[in-house]
């Protein structure tokens, strides 16, 4: 018996309207979320940690299932994304960084982030000097590598089945997810704006200290500060969520991480800081920098409020505060008047920006042997506890009891 006309077409409508999952639109609403985590948790902790940072393995069941939902989810290449990642790391904040803000500028980065990406995936020395030790299997070579518009457009057909013509706009998002929250926020943002808990060699900045939205990718400085360990959180207040799924992954045997961030030990005080103090200071020399940077902004602090107690200006410390703490080459061109000002003002902080320095430059100096450069940290810690300067005298005790 023939289907009258319009039986068909009430049921084409119907399923137009509400496809296969009649769900309603928080549902909706939150299937789309459900998915587009799933979708960051690949890329951070299967593509970033794992492959182009090897900080941790992962076993054949997440693995694989990494691999294909980032085939249906984002069309992206293993190979490609992390040859383009190693390569941001390997040449951060140079005109040869693919999507560095610094020389790019922020809006390209944020709006065209995708294309930047996509540019240099064309780029076969790119692929080649970066892309080693990826996934070069059957699947990879002859599905995920080979087709992929296909992936995407399996999740296409498999979102219009399930909530019909909504599930045009559930993809558009889906798809839009990766290449603004990772090529244009991380990417962008992460070197831009924001704070800074280490002083890395490049722009890097933390967005926030939870690390929820983008899987813990907020944590950028932390990340550029320690690119091998799996880790993303090192201060008690920041969190990062993939952290949790790792260890839940490593308790069902699926993972094994192979570093997380340093962290400086405290032990006895020595009575001179020796090699083994050397050796502490050097393996946890971004912490120790930290460290030195809070009693900076202590001791700032305090002479802002003398001045204030005499009723000086403040405007000269103020402005030049925030760059106290900072290597000299982080400094902007229009920030140094005030900061020399600040210094020649105020000898007490320019005797500690310039034993910054000193200590710096001990694990900068490659040319110095072991036993030279342990003298030469003995006798900063002198120095420092010679000096008069309660901050430098406090810090330089707590040096001596570094321990690795």
């Known amino acids: 018996m023939l289907i009258p006309d319009s039986a068909v077409l009430s049921s084409a409508l119907d399923w137009l309207a509400h496809g296969l999952w009649d769900l309603s639109w928080w549902q909706i609403v939150l299937y789309t979320l459900a998915t587009t985590h799933v979708t960051i948790l690949a890329v951070t902790i299967f593509l970033h940690r794992t492959q182009a940072h090897r900080s941790m393995?992962?076993?054949?069941?997440?693995?694989h299932f990494f691999r294909f939902w980032l085939w249906v989810g984002t069309g992206m290449v293993t190979k490609e994304?992390?040859?383009?990642?190693?390569?941001?790391?390997a040449k951060c904040e140079t005109e040869e960084d693919p999507h560095s803000p610094q020389t790019r500028g922020i809006d390209t980065v944020m709006w065209r982030g995708a294309e930047l990406y996509r540019a240099e995936a064309k780029n076969s020395d790119t692929i080649t000097k970066f892309g080693h030790g990826t996934p070069d299997d059957w699947i990879e070579r002859n599905l995920y590598s080979r087709f992929g518009w296909q992936?995407?457009?399996?999740?296409?057909?498999?979102n219009l089945a399930l909530f019909g013509g909504i599930g045009a706009t559930i993809w558009a998002i889906q798809m839009l997810w990766i290449p603004f929250w990772a090529a244009g926020v991380v990417n962008g943002l992460g070197h831009y704006w924001g704070y800074r808990n280490f002083e890395a060699q490049d722009?890097?900045?933390?967005l926030v200290p939870w690390g929820i939205v983008i899987g813990g990718e907020e944590l950028h400085n932390n990340h550029h500060t320690y690119p091998t360990a799996a880790k993303f959180s090192v201060k008690k207040y920041e969190f990062d969520i993939a952290w949790g799924y790792i260890m839940l992954m490593q308790k069902l045997g699926w993972a094994k991480v192979k570093k997380v961030p340093p962290?400086?030990?405290?032990?006895?005080?020595?009575?001179?800081?020796?090699?083994?103090?050397?050796?502490?200071v050097i393996a946890n020399r971004y912490e120790v920098m930290a460290?030195?940077?809070r009693e900076m902004r202590r001791t700032c602090k305090q002479e802002l409020s003398q001045l204030q107690a005499r009723g000086a200006d403040l405007s000269v410390l103020k402005a030049a505060r925030r760059w106290l703490h900072r290597d000299d080459d982080k400094v902007p061109a229009a920030a140094r008047p005030k900061l020399a000002e600040a210094r020649a003002a105020h000898p007490v902080l320019d005797k500690m920006v310039t034993m910054r320095e000193e200590l710096r430059q001990m694990w900068m100096n490659t040319s110095q042997?072991?036993?030279?450069?342990?003298?030469?940290?003995a006798a900063w810690c002198h120095r420092a506890e010679a000096s008069g300067i309660k901050a430098l005298q406090e810090f330089s005790i707590r040096l001596r009891a570094a321990h690795v």
């Open 291 to 293: 460290g030195y940077a």
């Open 203 to 206: 722009a890097s900045t933390n």
């Open 263 to 280: 962290k400086l030990r405290m032990g006895e005080v020595r009575p001179v800081a020796d090699e083994k103090t050397l050796e502490a």
């Open 151 to 158: 992936g995407v457009g399996l999740m296409l057909i498999l």
């Open 369 to 377: 042997s072991r036993e030279q450069l342990a003298a030469d940290l």
């Open 57 to 63: 393995d992962l076993g054949p069941i997440p693995s």
């Open 81 to 89: 994304w992390v040859a383009i990642h190693r390569k941001h790391h």
